[in-house]
């Protein structure tokens, strides 16, 4: 029986002599979300860049079941996993409308289905479809975002520091966004050094530290 989801063992990431991350073996399942919780420097970035394919690595890497861990990051992103940076880079003197059709599929029918559906999913960006990227507020940005990369329809998100020079306010706005991504039955990985945030939108929190996994994932 094929798993779901995204499955990680025994990765390790080194750039040139320095090893960022040893043996790391993790999961994160459907319609959760998976919190990888460390300080700056863990890792944290350097794991996620590696499951998409930025950044050479060791191990195994599948999604549901299937290896992609020799694929370029292009089939990565094909097999279904999406990667949100941190810093959000948005294109700001796009519209909200076009940073996220410039991520939809070829044909136009396509993306005006996968941009309502996106609409639906964040309300805030839908009431501003014309405004320049730079016109939002970082939260709104960040959901902007997290719609593009709704665009593709993947399986697996990964999101790297989503909260990062955010305000309380707006981080709020964050984890609604994420809990909106776990009903569309995505499966959310989300590297953050922000324990109170992980605490309040973590189904499972892994702890990371100078690149090793310190407690494997269970109960938020």
């Given at each position: 029986m094929t798993t779901p989801g995204l499955q990680i063992e025994g990765l390790t990431v080194r750039h040139g002599?320095?090893?960022?991350?040893?043996?790391?073996?993790?999961?994160?399942?459907p319609g959760e979300v998976?919190?990888?919780?460390?300080?700056?420097?863990?890792?944290?970035?350097?794991?996620?860049?590696?499951?998409?394919?930025?950044?050479?690595?060791d191990g195994a890497i599948a999604v549901s079941g299937r290896d992609i861990s020799q694929m370029?990051?292009?089939?990565r992103?094909?097999?279904?996993?999406?990667?949100?940076?941190?810093?959000?880079?948005?294109?700001?003197?796009?519209t909200v409308a076009?940073?996220?059709?410039v991520a939809g599929p070829a044909r136009n029918a396509d993306r005006q289905e996968r941009l309502a559906t996106v609409f639906e999913l964040f309300p805030q960006l839908a009431q501003r479809p014309a405004d320049r990227a730079w016109q939002?507020?970082?939260?709104?940005?960040?959901?902007?975002?997290?719609?593009?990369?709704l665009m593709a329809r993947p399986d697996i998100y990964l999101l790297d520091e989503p909260t990062l020079g955010l305000s309380p306010r707006v981080i709020d706005d964050?984890?609604?966004?994420?809990?909106r991504l776990v009903q569309t039955g995505a499966a959310v990985l989300v590297a953050e050094q922000n324990a109170g945030?992980?605490?309040?939108?973590?189904?499972?929190?892994i702890l990371i530290q100078t690149g090793r996994i310190v407690a494997p994932s269970g109960a938020a």
């Amino acid at each position: 029986m094929t798993t779901p989801g995204l499955q990680i063992e025994g990765l390790t990431v080194r750039h040139g002599a320095v090893t960022a991350v040893s043996n790391a073996s993790l999961s994160a399942a459907p319609g959760e979300v998976t919190c990888l919780l460390g300080m700056n420097g863990a890792g944290k970035s350097s794991l996620l860049r590696a499951i998409i394919g930025l950044a050479a690595s060791d191990g195994a890497i599948a999604v549901s079941g299937r290896d992609i861990s020799q694929m370029a990051t292009e089939h990565r992103i094909r097999a279904g996993i999406a990667y949100v940076p941190e810093g959000r880079r948005v294109f700001p003197g796009l519209t909200v409308a076009e940073n996220l059709l410039v991520a939809g599929p070829a044909r136009n029918a396509d993306r005006q289905e996968r941009l309502a559906t996106v609409f639906e999913l964040f309300p805030q960006l839908a009431q501003r479809p014309a405004d320049r990227a730079w016109q939002l507020s970082g939260g709104q940005q960040q959901m902007l975002a997290i719609g593009r990369a709704l665009m593709a329809r993947p399986d697996i998100y990964l999101l790297d520091e989503p909260t990062l020079g955010l305000s309380p306010r707006v981080i709020d706005d964050v984890a609604e966004s994420l809990a909106r991504l776990v009903q569309t039955g995505a499966a959310v990985l989300v590297a953050e050094q922000n324990a109170g945030f992980a605490a309040h939108v973590a189904d499972r929190t892994i702890l990371i530290q100078t690149g090793r996994i310190v407690a494997p994932s269970g109960a938020a």
